[in-house]
Nanobody
Framework: QVQLVESGGGLVQTGGSLRLSCAASGRTFSDYSMGWFRQAPGKEREFLVQISWSDGSGYYDDSVKARFTISRDNAKNTVYLQMNSLKPEDTAVYYC?????????????????WGQGIQVTVSS
């Protein structure tokens, strides 16, 4: 059974950084992509970035491209989201998700597996 577990969230001041982790287990993910999404209070969940397990290629939403970086550690089956220059509007619950395939996909409904989510709060 596939499990995704996020960690690394918390409270940070404006301009600060956080690194989220998503530990994946339950199968081999070489043919999968991992994505990060977030959902702010009262808003729909939005796509941020995805990475292909096989070649590490990333696809970013323009809104975070300059500040967020996705990476993976194949040996640890873990995906990371480095977030820099954080703003209060980045406050949200952040989710990692997994799906089969390597092409860029931003539609959350195409992702089969989801983590439980982790809170990120950026204070002004």
């Amino acid at each position: 059974q596939v499990q995704l577990v996020e960690s690394g969230g918390g409270l940070v001041q404006t301009g600060g950084s956080l690194r989220l982790s998503c530990a994946a287990s339950g199968r081999t993910f070489s043919d999968y992509s991992m994505g990060w999404f977030r959902q702010a209070p009262g808003k729909e969940r939005e796509f941020l970035v995805q990475i292909s397990w096989s070649d590490g290629s990333g696809y970013y939403d323009d809104s975070v491209k300059a500040r967020f970086t996705i990476s993976r550690d194949n040996a640890k089956n873990t995906v990371y989201l480095q977030m820099n220059s954080l703003k209060p509007e980045d406050t949200a619950v952040y989710y990692c998700a997994a799906r089969v395939g390597t092409e860029p996909v931003t539609d959350e409904h195409k992702y089969k597996y989801w983590g439980q989510g982790i809170q990120v709060t950026v204070s002004s």
